[in-house]
């Protein structure tokens, strides 16, 4: 039977691996006792999320993600009514139960939800900090652990996944890279414990795949695929192989650009 | 299409025989040419009617000497190759002339005709974007890669053999050029090539060069040949761990390829003392026996170079290549230059010396224009800098630093700028300061910075070039056109506000219909899932309930949008041929669509072009995608009239362009014109017709839908040919102009 716990309960136990390239905990601990929402930027695969899992787990608030698509309405971030047996019953969507709770409301890749729904968190990110719930006619003030998030990535450079003015100005922002050589390589070795040889050349090859950023790729492969990669290294897959599969195909479908790639994995492992 | 490329060269023959006529040639002489052209294959054939047609307009006596030296190629080359040269002919005739296109053909001996014969083995061709993504991936800089007899660099490009053939398998000749790449790499990384000056300063005195560089260097070598190649190999092994440490893996596989190499290479026995060195060095990084004639010196060079390993600057190598050279010269006789190692590839110092002296000089022409610039500028105002750069840079002037103070500016000077600054004599209205007295306040701005600017400024002063269709040949004529963007004059004439008048009954019904394609969002009901709950969907399912019928599962609302994600391009015929009905038809129509367009909120843009001959195509912008719909634009409606020319190629190309860099679902193209591409050049006929049906296709195959809006009163019938690839429709009254073009729109979209 699966341990299923609801959304406001789910409370982080371990300490999530969390290695700071910056000042980026002291300032996310002054936003949050000053009751500042922040803004992640940063490619993605580069620890934002991890970052905030650590946090979650540092300060022992619940942490509500939800991970924004085109088609997010406003009543699935705060709730609706529902039929259940012969009633209508209100049901609080995860933001309003973030807000109930004083949990770390999290919205990931939040240029992907339409415009006319992210300014439903708008009363929350400013000093107001309250929920209007329209359907119930209720508003709910947020208690002072409440925290709200969002994180994008500005990579995208298109017109339409741009953040609104309205929006930005109300976020505290937190900009995200990748870590640099020597932290890269002791994340892949904490999180894969692959040895320090391998962990270095995987490095040295994301660091190739970034110089070739808006030369024939989107993104240099991110952190994430660099564990990915060493995680089947570890567990017996020839390296080459590995980078292929987990660092090369997913990166590109570019024929050309696949060759190339595959030619730099071969030319360092 | 067949046939009508069969009229194309009939019209050729014909052209090419009545220019022969006119040059006095007799029926012969024609015959005779025109055999000539019947034995070659039938592409070939057709690009040679059409060179030799080109040239007949020249003067006709090219033509035959032409043909002979065609058909003299021809033996050398396959039919492939035969295109290439030919193709390559055409574009020096294009963009050199007459004499240099001479020059070109008649060189048809073998080593001339190198470059395009297919090579055996792997060419670089084939190859080159793959290895130019590699070498961009592992060094970060945009090198280019590009043929050459060696394997070299002037450090911006790196020049490979164009094929490999060392080895049968293509993957091995593949690794071999990848050799060559990363050992250009490692060169560049470790300075090989460009030594800095305080390096260069351990050897050379003041009075060697100005802007001494690894050619002045090497001219302290009365042996430049043995240093040149000594000091290949000394470097080699000084950047072997390096490259061992970075690609290991390519590395690894360089071991065994060596031995391979070291096969050919001749044994010591048979060479002079000085040589045998050389070769000695080289055998031992190939992993040979270095048995041969000075083992003594040899064993104490390998000694030497061996040392270089442990991490050993470019300085110490240097310090080596003297050592081994002394030694070398002591040993006496000739030296006799090495066949070079193929992946090690050679050291050209005059070519990266060249190509560093070239990119000084451009440098200083920046700089040059940088400080006419600075002179020239206005004084500073703060607003017109970029105002993120201001808030963002951290720079405040570093007190030991000088800083040149002109117009409210603070530049920073690098050590070029300022030398560059005293030899002028200073600068009128600038001052140099120490960054000590102007005290914390400021913000620096380098003269790179400035620079940008400038080059932005620059590419749109430049224009932009674009390619032209040549069906004559089935060929693109490389970077032919050169287009200018201007922002149109706004006038006040009032053209806009009376149109608005005049179809103001008409404008609240187009308003309506356009409103109707919005397709507000809507509710929609009794949905398996949704935002809200269908208060009658629920209500029947008590009611079915109760009377025991099964009562469904659809009770909840949904908001429904059909956003439309359209982005639409009006591209504007402003020819002279415009002028009266035609271009206040255009205008009104114009008006029309506007307004239609901004009551249904899809994007738009409207572009107008004009131009006279291929270095002038003139694209006026009136509205931007991003720009709102506001007076200034109406203005330049207002401001439409008839210009020039209608070369329809270029435009169509530059709003492709523009068209792919905007993001939407669907991207329209509507062209508006009345009727034949012409311009003051040979842009006129067949030729223009081909190249703008080229234009269409090229736009519809990067996924933008043209459409194509003529008015024309004979309806004629080169349209369908010309447009017949993509959507149009000719209107034969101007005055339905207006009313047909929303109507039109409105279909297209639905």
């Not at chain 1, 300014?119 to 947020?142: F, M, N, Q, S, Y």
């Not at chain 2, 450090?155 to 990363?182: A, D, G």
């Not at chain 2, 070598?221 to 092994?237: C, G, H, N, R, S």
């Not at chain 2, 206040?584 to 843009?605: F, H, I, N, P, Q």
């Amino acid at each position: 039977m699966l341990n299923a716990i609801k959304t406001e309960e789910y409370v982080i136990e371990e300490e999530p691996f969390y290695l700071p390239s910056g000042k980026e905990i002291e300032i996310f601990e002054s936003a949050y006792k000053n009751l500042i929402p922040v803004i992640m930027k940063g490619p993605t695969g580069c620890g934002k999320t991890r970052f905030m899992q650590y946090m979650a787990w540092r300060f022992k608030r619940p942490l509500i993600t939800i991970s924004c698509h085109d088609d997010l309405t406003a009543s699935d971030l705060v709730g609706r009514y529902l039929v259940r047996g012969g009633e209508t019953v209100w049901l609080d969507g995860p933001l309003t139960r973030a807000v109930k709770a004083g949990g770390f409301c999290y919205l990931d890749e939040i240029v992907e939800a339409r415009k006319d729904t992210t300014v439903v968190i708008h009363p929350l990110a400013d000093d107001r900090r309250i929920l209007p719930v329209e359907k119930l006619g209720e508003i709910l003030t947020a208690p002072p652990e409440f925290l709200l998030s969002i994180s994008y990535n500005p990579g995208y450079q298109s017109v339409l996944k741009d953040l609104k003015q309205s929006t930005r100005q109300r976020f505290l922002a937190i900009d995200f890279s990748y870590p640099d050589k020597r932290l890269e390589k002791d994340i892949i070795m904490h999180e894969t414990g692959v040895d320090d040889l391998t962990a270095e050349k995987l490095v040295n090859f994301a660091e190739k795949t970034r110089n070739l950023k808006d030369r024939g790729l989107v993104e240099g492969a991110s952190t994430r695929l660099l564990i990915h990669a060493a995680k089947l290294i570890s567990s017996g897959i020839e390296p080459r192989t590995a980078c292929d599969v987990s660092i090369t195909e997913p990166l590109t479908d570019d024929h050309e650009m696949v060759t190339a790639l595959s030619e730099l994995v071969s030319s360092i492992f | 299409m067949h046939g009508s490329g069969e009229k194309h060269l009939t019209h050729l023959r014909e052209d090419l025989v009545k220019n022969l006529r006119l040059d006095f040639f007799d029926d012969e002489d024609i015959e005779s040419v025109l055999r000539d052209l019947q034995y070659l294959d039938r592409k070939i054939g057709q690009k040679t009617l059409a060179l030799c047609q080109t040239l007949s307009h020249a003067s006709s006596s090219l033509v035959p000497r032409t043909l002979k030296r065609i058909k003299n190629a021809s033996r050398f080359l396959s039919l492939k190759e035969m295109e290439r040269w030919i193709n390559q002919a055409f574009d020096i005739l294009d963009h050199q002339g007459v004499d240099h296109f001479l020059h070109f053909i008649s060189r048809i001996d073998e080593e001339s005709l190198w470059d395009f014969l297919m090579p055996k083995g792997l060419s670089l061709q084939e190859v080159a974007p793959v290895l130019e993504a590699y070498v961009r991936g592992i060094s970060g800089l945009d090198l280019k890669i590009a043929p050459g007899k060696e394997s070299y660099t002037d450090t911006s490009t790196l020049f490979v053999p164009h094929s490999v053939s060392k080895y049968e398998e293509r993957e091995k000749n593949f690794l071999l050029y990848k050799f060559m790449l990363v050992h250009k790499w490692a060169q560049m990384v470790g300075g090989t090539l460009t030594p800095d000056a305080e390096t260069l300063s351990a050897f050379l005195t003041d009075s060697d060069a100005p802007h001494p560089d690894i050619e002045t260097f090497f001219r302290l070598f009365p042996e430049k040949d043995l240093a040149i190649d000594l000091y290949t190999v000394i470097e080699a092994f000084r950047l072997e761990p390096f490259l061992a440490k970075e690609l290991p893996g390519l590395m690894r596989e360089a071991e065994s390829m060596k031995k391979d190499f070291l096969k050919e290479r001749m044994p010591l026995s048979n060479l002079t003392g000085k040589s045998a060195l050389v070769e000695g060095l080289y055998r031992f990084y190939l992993k040979g026996d270095i048995e041969g004639p000075v083992p003594g010196v040899l064993n104490n060079a390998v000694e030497e170079v061996l040392r270089l390993g442990n991490g050993a600057t470019l300085y110490e190598s240097m310090k080596t290549l003297f050592r081994l050279y002394d030694a070398a010269t002591g040993l006496g006789g000739s030296y006799q230059p090495r066949s070079t190692l193929l992946f090690l590839g050679v050291i050209k110092p005059e070519e990266v010396s060249l190509h560093l002296k070239a990119e000084r000089r451009a440098r200083i022409k920046k700089l040059e224009g940088l400080i006419t610039k600075l002179i020239n500028m206005p004084a500073f105002e703060p607003r017109k800098t970029s105002f993120q750069k201001t808030v963002f840079s951290e720079k405040t002037p570093e007190p030991a630093k000088e800083y040149l103070l002109i117009k409210g500016r603070i530049i920073e000077l690098d050590e070029e700028t300022k030398g560059f600054i005293e030899n002028r004599g200073g600068i009128p209205g600038g001052i140099m300061v120490k960054g000590a007295d102007i005290g914390g306040a400021g913000c620096p701005m380098t003269l790179t910075e400035l620079a940008e600017e400038e080059e932005i400024f620059q590419e749109a002063d430049g224009g932009i070039k674009y390619d032209e269709w040549d069906y004559k040949r089935c060929g693109y004529k490389k970077s032919w056109c050169t287009l200018f963007e201007h922002v149109l004059h706004p006038v006040h004439d009032g053209f806009v506000d009376l149109t608005l008048k005049r179809y103001s009954g008409y404008i609240s019904v187009l308003r309506k219909k356009f409103e109707l394609l919005k397709r507000e969002p809507k509710i929609a009901r009794r949905q398996k899932e949704g935002d809200d709950i269908d208060i009658d969907a629920v209500i029947e399912a008590f009611c079915d309930a109760r009377a025991g019928l099964s009562p469904g599962d659809n009770y909840f609302t949904r908001y429904d949008r059909h956003e439309r994600n359209f982005a639409v391009l009006f591209l504007l015929d402003m020819s002279g041929s415009t002028k009266g009905w035609v271009n206040e038809a255009e205008k009104e129509s114009l008006v029309l669509m506007a307004e239609a367009l901004e009551s249904l909120g899809d994007r738009y843009a409207v572009y107008g072009f004009s131009g006279m001959t291929r270095n002038r195509c003139d694209f006026f912008c009136i509205k931007d995608f991003d720009e709102p719909y506001t007076d200034v634009v109406k203005r330049r409606i207002n401001g439409i009239s008839p210009k020039d020319y209608t070369r329809m190629g270029p435009p169509i190309r530059h709003s492709t362009k523009i068209l792919k860099s905007i993001e939407a679902r669907t991207k329209l193209f509507i062209t508006l014109s009345d009727g034949k591409p012409e311009d003051y050049d040979a842009y006129k006929g067949d030729y223009g017709i081909e190249d703008t049906r080229k234009a269409l296709v090229e736009a519809k195959e990067q996924g933008i839908y043209p459409f194509c809006i003529t008015i024309d009163r004979e309806a004629s019938s080169y349209l369908r040919h010309m447009y017949g690839e993509v959507n149009y429709i000719v209107i034969d009254d101007v005055k339905k102009l207006p009313n047909r073009i929303t109507e039109i729109y409105r279909k297209l979209t639905t």
